[in-house]
C-alpha cells in the first residue's frame, strides 16, 4: 500500500506502471506484481503519468482510509505500507486507521550520513509517542564497490557511525547494509526484479538478510526462508 | 526559509543547528548562517535535535505563515524557500501566502534515474498549474568518480537521459550537472561550506554553474559573480 500520494513510485518500481483500478460490487481490485504481491497507489487512479497530485492533507487522508477500507485486498499474511519521509499526515492517518486491528511495527531505512539519520531519530521519536513497536532500521545506500578496480568508497559518509551506531545507541534491532549498486536503481526503473536478476550479488544478500531479520522479529521465519 | 516542517535539515548543513530563535518587539529574529544568509527553521524552536514534530497540514500551514509575517527577513536581495518533495501543504500554502508579492519561479532538483524524474515531472505540473515560472532543473547525484582508479560510475543510472532529457522534453533551462562526491555529504555534515573548503572540485565548479545559470534566469547577474 503506497501512501506517498504525492510522489507515488511503487508502481513503476514493481513493473505495474500502466495498471488501472477495476471497481466491482466487492470493492476496488488491487493490481498484482506477482502472483502473491497485490499493490495500492494514487497512480493507477491518474489520468496521465506526469499529473500532479495537489491535494492538502486532508484529501491524503481520505484516500488512504479508502485504501484500508474499500480495497479488496484478500486474506494477507502482510500488508506492508510505505509512507514518504516525515511525520505528518499519513503516518499519523495509518496510526490512527489501524489502531484497532493493531500495527506490528515499523521499519526506519536510513543512509549512513548525519543528516539522514537526524530525520530518522525523529521518525523512531514518532514511534515511541505512537506506540508502534520499531522493528528494525536498515542502513540503505552504503559502500560503494568500483566495478573496475574494487576499491570501496563510502559516498555517503557515516562520520557518526551511521545505521549501525544509531540502531544500537537507540537501541533497536540492526538490520543490515545494503551496499550502493546501480543496478538496483536500474531494476527500479524498469520496474523488474532484482532478486531474480543479480541473486548472487552482494546487495541481493543484505537485503536478503534485512528479510530475514525483518521476518524474526515479526515471528514469521517461514517468510525469511522463502 | 526550511518548510521541510517533518525533517529539517538545512541548519545542521548550514552549521547553525544549535541557534534558538529570539523574539523582539520587531519580531523573531533569524539565525545567520554568514553575514549575507540568514535562515529559519522549525529545529530553531525544538526542545531537542531528535524530537519528532508530529504535524499535520493544517499546522505547517500556520508555521509558514508565521515564517513569512513574524520573522525580520530585514532588506533580503533574495528569499529562498527550500520545500520538501511532492506537491502538498507546504507547496501550496507557500505559493497562496506569497502570491500577492510574486515568486520569480522554482528551481527543481532531480537525480537521473526515472523513478526520481517521475516525481519532478508532478512537480513541474504543478508548477505550471499553479502558475510559477520554472527558473531550470538541476541533476544532482550524476556520475561517481573513483577516487583510486579514475573511472566513472553512473550510480544512479539515467535510464531515460536524466536531468538533462527531462529539461529539453519539458522545454525549461537545464542548470547543470552536480556530480557525487563524498566530500559534499561530510561538509553537510559538518555544517562546512562546500564551496570554501574544494572550490576547485568538478562538483565545486558544477555547482557555480548552476548558481550562475539561476542568477542568469532571475535577471541577478551580480549574484553569478560573486
Not at 545494503?178 to 546487495?203: H, K, N, Q, T
Request: overall charge negative.
Amino acid at each position: 500500500m503506497d501512501t506517498d500520494i504525492c510522489g507515488p513510485s511503487i508502481p513503476k518500481m514493481l513493473g505495474v506502471e500502466t495498471e488501472t483500478i477495476h471497481v466491482s460490487a466487492g470493492g476496488w481490485s488491487p493490481a498484482w506484481a506477482m502472483d502473491n504481491l497485490a499493490v495500492m497507489s494514487i497512480q493507477f487512479m491518474l489520468p496521465g503519468r506526469d499529473e500532479a497530485i495537489i491535494w492538502r492533507g486532508a484529501k491524503k487522508n481520505g484516500l488512504i482510509k479508502q485504501f484500508l477500507k474499500d480495497v479488496e485486498w484478500g486474506d494477507l499474511d502482510v500488508l506492508l505500507v510505505d509512507t514518504p519521509p516525515g511525520t505528518g499526515d499519513e503516518h499519523l492517518s495509518v496510526n490512527a486507521f489501524l489502531k484497532e486491528s493493531g500495527i506490528d511495527g515499523a521499519v526506519m531505512v536510513t543512509t549512513p550520513q548525519e543528516v539522514a539519520l537526524l530525520d530518522v531519530r525523529k521518525e523512531i521519536d514518532f514511534c515511541r509517542k505512537a506506540g508502534i513497536r520499531v522493528l528494525g532500521l536498515v542502513e540503505n545506500m552504503s559502500a560503494f564497490v568500483c566495478p573496475k578496480c574494487d576499491h570501496a568508497s563510502e559516498i555517503f559518509k557515516a562520520t557518526t557511525g551511521g545505521g549501525r551506531a544509531l540502531a544500537a545507541e537507540m537501541g533497536i534491532p540492526f538490520l543490515g547494509s545494503v551496499p550502493l549498486d546501480p543496478r538496483i536503481g536500474m531494476a527500479c526503473d524498469y520496474g523488474e526484479s532484482f532478486f531474480d536478476s543479480f541473486p548472487d550479488s552482494p546487495a541481493c544478500t543484505a537485503l536478503k538478510g534485512v528479510v530475514k531479520g525483518l521476518a524474526e522479529q515479526m515471528g514469521l521465519e517461514r517468510i525469511g526462508e522463502e
